[in-house]
């Protein structure tokens, strides 16, 4: 049984084979899986495998291993750092209940983050088309949820003393949920926006708009020019985005280190692996981010 061919009702997924764990080459990859790879990467791909076949294949080097390692083990550090602010951090800065609920919010969007994008390459061998853009859309969408999460920490932290902003940009950031929800994880739509062209326009413009948003009214919300610490937020919020864009452009669309030496960095060390990491520093850099903005709350007169 399991040499029988199947055919998957799923468009462009075409027939597939049941037991077909060696890796293979880019070429050799199916067509419609091959936009969502990079061709720098030449060689260590695992196709057309079941379900339980991934899953075991996180105990065979392939060029997904380092993918799953760069996520798996932060997600793992990231509990720990979560339960040692908990315990020991926040309470050594005299944090209060509104501490806790951010320090809680932000290190669960990290933990979805993480194990979303973990899932994604995990499944990234499956032979289904419907199984891969799945675990793609998840991943997708645990990046919104992440970023959406920051976003909701910012307000908490920046508009403390005005219930009515606090009001409405939270409810701006649960709202987009929705949309994102349906883009990244209906069946309907996700096999349109989870392709390479389409996810930086789904993504980018909406967030990048409500960054902006945000980061201006909280300059001028603690007074512009004429206050000594308003600068601190923008500043926070632009640095940190600055690492995603550098790390996006650098490995992304410029594919480095591959591009120059296709074929070198297969297993380890490719761009992907490199933009894991920048995503780990980006959530470190936010998680000091926090801490100077409760400090700048502790010192400031109370509401």
């Not at 452009?249 to 992907?272: A, E, S, T």
Request: proline share 5%.
């Amino acid at each position: 049984m399991a040499n029988v061919r199947l055919k998957l009702s799923d468009p462009g997924a075409g027939r597939f084979t049941g037991s077909n764990d060696k890796l293979c080459s880019y070429d050799e990859l199916p067509v419609w899986k091959k936009i969502y790879m990079c061709p720098h990467v030449v060689s260590g791909y695992l196709t057309d495998l079941s379900t339980l076949q991934c899953l075991k294949s996180t105990y065979k080097l392939t060029n997904e291993t380092g993918n799953v390692l760069t996520h798996v083990v932060p997600a793992v550090a990231f509990l720990i750092l979560g339960l040692y602010d908990h315990h020991v951090t926040i309470p050594g800065r005299h944090g209060d209940d509104m501490d806790y609920v951010i320090s809680a919010i932000y290190f669960t969007s990290c933990q979805m983050l993480l194990l979303s994008s973990t899932t994604y390459h995990i499944f990234t061998p499956h032979r289904c088309r419907s199984v891969f853009t799945l675990g793609l859309g998840l991943d997708l969408f645990g990046i919104v949820v992440t970023i959406l999460a920051v976003l909701s920490t910012f307000v908490a932290y920046c508009f403390k003393c005005s219930v009515f902003w606090q009001m409405l940009y939270q409810c701006v950031c649960v709202a987009m949920l929705v949309p994102y929800a349906a883009m990244f994880l209906h069946p309907k739509y996700r096999f349109h926006w989870v392709r390479p062209e389409n996810r930086l326009v789904g993504i980018g413009p909406p967030l990048a708009l409500v960054c902006s948003v945000f980061i201006a009214q909280s300059y001028l919300y603690h007074g512009g020019w004429a206050s000594d610490t308003a600068w601190i937020y923008p500043f926070r919020c632009l640095r940190n985005g600055g690492i995603y864009i550098a790390a996006f452009v650098l490995f992304h669309i410029k594919n480095i280190p591959q591009v120059w030496f296709p074929g070198r960095f297969d297993y380890v060390g490719h761009g992907h692996q490199w933009w894991h990491m920048a995503v780990v520093l980006g959530l470190l850099d936010w998680r000091d981010a926090l801490f100077v903005f409760q400090s700048i709350q502790q010192q400031s007169l109370s509401c």
